[in-house]
């Protein structure tokens, strides 16, 4: 059975930094690229941010870029978000999310964790 | 970047047929996929590349595509429809994966 479990998320101050994790299982992790996705209350999907199978390509939305990097540990079967300079607007519920096929890149978002809440707020 | 357009919301009588729209630019020609999202709860894929189904996503929901729209139905609609659907696609431009707006629909 596929788990993604998110970790990390917190309330914090505008300017702040928050690292968070996901850990996988039920699945060979270092064949599939991976997302952030996020979706701020009572509104929609917004992606984040995503990395392939090999680390060798990475991407992010505007809204994040030069603030926000993503990584992984294959051998630890884990996706990391390191989040600095937070705004109010990132405030956000945090999906991990696997694509559907091995080596794929920015496809099918096949399984979505239940999420890790970030509040941004003085 | 390439943007995705759909109505936000949709209302059907139970029973009837849904049809969730997603506008883009050529988007035919792009692979676009559907998820379901119900309160509280992490979106569920159910169609993928344009109009294939995962397993356990009954058959009452299609997908297509044509010129600068894609198309989600869903037949016969039941209760347990009721939720937030939002395409998605690649914009291989950027190497972005971008969400429509998303569409709430309502059984009556």
């Known amino acids: ?122 | 970047s390439y943007v995705l357009t759909q109505p936000p919301s949709v209302s059907v009588a139970l029973g009837e047929t849904a049809t969730i729209t997603c506008g883009g630019n050529r988007i035919a020609t792009k692979s676009v996929h559907w998820y379901q999202q119900k309160p509280g709860q992490a979106p569920v894929v159910v169609i993928y590349y344009d109009r294939d189904r995962p397993s356990g996503i009954p058959e009452r929901i299609s997908g297509s595509s044509s010129g600068d729209t894609a198309t989600l139905t869903i037949s016969g609609v039941e209760a347990g429809d009721e939720a937030d659907y939002y395409c998605q696609v690649r914009d291989t431009s950027a190497e972005h994966v971008v969400f429509g707006g998303g569409t709430k629909l309502t059984v009556l």
């Open chain 1, 1 to 122: 059975e596929v788990q993604l479990v998110e970790s990390g998320g917190d309330l914090v101050q505008p300017g702040g930094s928050l690292r968070l994790s996901c850990t996988a299982s039920g699945f060979t992790f270092d064949y599939h690229s991976m997302h952030w996705v996020r979706q701020a209350p009572g509104k929609g999907l917004e992606w984040v941010s995503g990395l392939t199978w090999d680390s060798r390509s990475s991407a992010y939305a505007d809204s994040v870029k030069g603030r926000f990097s993503i990584s992984r540990d294959n051998d630890k079967k884990s996706l990391y978000l390191q989040m600095n300079s937070l705004r109010p607007e990132d405030t956000a519920l945090y999906y991990c999310v696997k694509e559907l096929d091995p080596y794929s890149y920015y496809a099918v978002l096949d399984f979505w964790g239940q999420g890790t809440l970030v509040t941004v707020s003085s």
